[in-house]
């Protein structure tokens, strides 16, 4: 059974730029969360898709933006970067919607703007 | 609304005695809890959940947890602490069914474990 992978390890941008993470999601998982955790805080929940479409989303705005393919693994773009989008982007997967599903975290995307 | 706090922002053990990380949560409805343990470079991984069953919630590698709504707390335990202890754990509280409504992170607590 193959884990939550995400790429790139660390990705430095300049700000104004644009930047599209990825996650593969376990095998069997049709749900996909991304978070965000700034230096020294806990995640904060940006949003979650579900067989491809938006399920729920945080207090981000829409220039956080994110897709989901067929085969469940999943893209979190943000455009126009801030210095403030500096941080570790997670992405967890789980097999449903409850929340007493258990999600599965990814090592992380390391996002330094510039 | 909901919150979760973790009262303290490092604790400090030897190894071979017992760990109390402490949380407090808000919430308006019955709530789910978690606490979630994240090595450096790593994800974060469950150690246990909290669903309205049994009040005493046992998770992998010794941890433990007790729901008590009097007290509003979600303390996580473990009898021994071991080196590979050593971590960054956050509490989780969550009071809608489905995993994208209001899933509230701790500040978290870093646990180091001295020799």
């Known amino acids: 059974e193959t884990g939550v992978t995400q790429s790139p390890t660390h990705l430095i941008k300049t700000r104004g730029q644009q930047v599209t993470l990825r996650c593969s999601s376990q095998s069997g998982h049709n749900t996909v969360s991304w978070y965000q955790q700034a230096l020294g805080q806990g995640p904060q929940f940006i949003f979650q898709y579900y067989r491809e479409e938006e399920n729920g989303r945080g207090n981000f705005p829409p220039r956080f933006s994110g897709l989901q393919f067929p085969n469940y693994s999943s893209e979190l773009n943000v455009n126009a970067l801030e210095l403030d989008d500096s941080a570790l982007y997670l992405c967890?997967?789980?097999?449903?919607?409850?929340?007493?599903?258990?999600?599965?975290f990814g090592p992380g995307t390391r996002l330094t703007v510039l | 609304a909901q919150s979760v706090t973790q009262l303290d922002s490092h604790v400090s053990v030897s190894e071979g005695t017992p760990v109390l990380l402490r949380c407090n949560y808000s919430s308006s409805y019955s709530p789910s809890l978690f606490w979630y343990v994240q090595h450096p470079n790593k994800g974060l991984q469950l150690l246990l959940k909290y669903t309205s069953a049994a009040t005493l919630v046992k998770g992998i590698n010794g941890f433990e947890a007790e729901f008590k709504k009097s007290e509003t707390s979600f303390h996580l335990t473990k009898p021994s602490a071991h080196m590979s202890d050593a971590a960054e754990y956050f509490c989780?509280?969550?009071?809608?069914?489905?995993?994208?409504?209001?899933?509230?992170f701790g500040s978290g607590t870093r646990l180091s474990i001295r020799p």
């Open positions: 967890a997967s789980s097999f449903g919607l409850a929340v007493t599903d258990t999600q599965y």
């Open positions: 989780v509280v969550s009071d809608g069914y489905s995993s994208a409504s209001k899933i509230i």
